[in-house]
């Protein structure tokens, strides 16, 4: 062979060894290539188990963390709770450690719920015809009031003591000072009453008991009244406490059943200061800050008692749209909120409201599964049994605590036509009972 030949050989045989060489090289790349595919789809694969995993126990977590759930939304009952204030900061006292002719404060109220008050004799022969009271309403055309009035009336009736007025002011504080004026004149031995306006009507009712009057208030106390001064004989309200922290947990079993781990939600306040209701937002907000802190409660949205809350919750919802629900105060905003709710064409399965207060408007959206899911309620009839222990008790000089707090009620679907017989002390409606045929 030539040379020449052998140069040709060798540079044949060597681009063919080139040539393999490039071609195992380039299968070897293509099976890395595709070993590191599979492994990045592993680890993915693994990245999105740990944290749906992660997620899943979230909510268990959650779900745990809502504590005497059975006993607050379950069975219904919200006791008074340790930090229950009232509004001269004085610790809440149960009904249960109230007594009458050797007989509770709960005792009265559990014997009305029955039908009938026996009174102790060794106290009616002490009051009986002798006794007078008046009640002096902010208005009448609610449940809460005829509620407060019905339990008031039952409870002095029982004990023979006739009650000689009962006026409501349609809201408006300058009827209510007229009221107040009117009474006075009557001369009754106690008046119980909730004012319209604290500040505005705080002379008038000073005034009252100037004049020799004893009085028993509902919720609020009016200008500078003090009960270490002795201007009042006992003030009685809700849980109010109790019913935000029930209000707080409803919203939180419903956000778990949802399968959230991170809610975001409103707050609707009175835009003046107004202890009863300052109390119910303080118990919703402390109990989802202690319990509940992947529920946000930053959002803080006031409203105006005459101008309502629809306009207020119809902006936030516009301006945010992430939120996943809303507490408000009673029931009256929370309606609206629900109302703005419908508007804006929200889901009711995936938005929350939880609230205070039971009216038939609140129980029919609860009972349909519409926005209001739950609410904390006061016991207004419970509350006019106690008001009306407390009035014989202050005619009778007796010790009277400074603030008594009745145990409210946990109201959710399971148990609304129940909470509706027992707060609003009638039949539930048609309309309502068809959503449980």
Not at 80 to 102: F, M, Q
Request: negative net charge; contains cysteine.
């Amino acid at each position: 062979m030539s040379r020449k030949l052998k140069f040709i050989v060798i540079l044949v045989v060597s681009f063919m060894l080139i040539l393999s060489l490039s071609l195992i090289g380039c299968k070897q790349t293509q099976v890395s290539e595709t070993t590191a595919v599979e492994t990045a789809s592993k680890e993915t694969i693994s990245e999105e188990t740990t944290v749906a995993e992660e997620t899943t126990a979230t909510v268990e977590t959650t779900s745990k963390l809502i504590p005497d759930a059975e006993d607050i939304i379950i069975n219904g009952t919200v006791f008074p709770r340790s930090d229950d204030v009232g509004p001269e900061g004085d610790t809440a006292t149960k009904p249960s450690d109230v007594s009458l002719g050797g007989k509770t404060i709960q005792e009265y109220i559990d014997m009305a719920r029955a039908g009938k008050i026996e009174a102790p004799q060794e106290v009616v022969d002490k009051v009986k015809d002798k006794m007078t009271a008046a009640i002096v309403m902010h208005g009448l055309d609610q449940d809460w009031p005829q509620m407060q009035i019905k339990g008031i009336s039952m409870l002095l009736e029982a004990f023979g003591v006739k009650v000689i007025s009962v006026t409501g002011a349609e809201w408006d504080a300058t009827k209510q000072i007229e009221n107040i004026e009117t009474v006075m004149q009557l001369k009754p031995d106690v008046v119980l009453s909730i004012p319209v306006d604290q500040t505005v009507e705080g002379p008038a009712y000073r005034d009252l008991v100037k004049s020799g009057i004893k009085l028993v208030l509902l919720d609020m106390i009016p200008g500078d009244l003090t009960h270490k001064n002795g201007d009042y004989i006992s003030l009685v309200a809700c849980s109010s406490r109790g019913n935000g922290t029930a209000a707080a947990d409803i919203m939180a079993k419903y956000f778990v059943d949802m399968g959230l781990n991170q809610a975001k939600v409103g707050v609707m306040r009175l835009n003046f200061l107004h202890q009863v209701t300052e109390e119910r937002a303080l118990g919703f907000e402390n109990r989802c800050k202690e319990y509940y802190p992947w529920i946000d409660t930053s959002t803080k949205v006031d409203f105006d008692f005459a101008e309502g809350a629809y306009g207020p919750a119809e902006g936030t919802l516009t301006s945010k749209p992430d939120l996943n629900g809303f507490f408000a105060v009673w029931e009256f905003p929370a309606l609206q909120i629900a109302d703005a709710a419908r508007a804006a064409g929200i889901d009711p399965a995936k938005f929350v409201i939880t609230t205070s207060d039971l009216s038939e408007g609140a129980a029919l959206e609860i009972a349909s599964d519409q926005f209001i899911k739950g609410l904390g309620a006061q016991d207004p009839f419970a509350q006019g049994i106690a008001e009306g222990v407390l009035a014989i008790k202050g005619y009778l000089n007796e010790e009277c605590p400074p603030f008594v707090a009745i145990p409210g009620y946990a109201v959710t679907k399971d148990n609304v036509l129940e909470a509706y017989k027992l707060i609003l002390q009638k039949e539930p409606p048609d309309e309502l009972k068809k959503f449980f045929k």
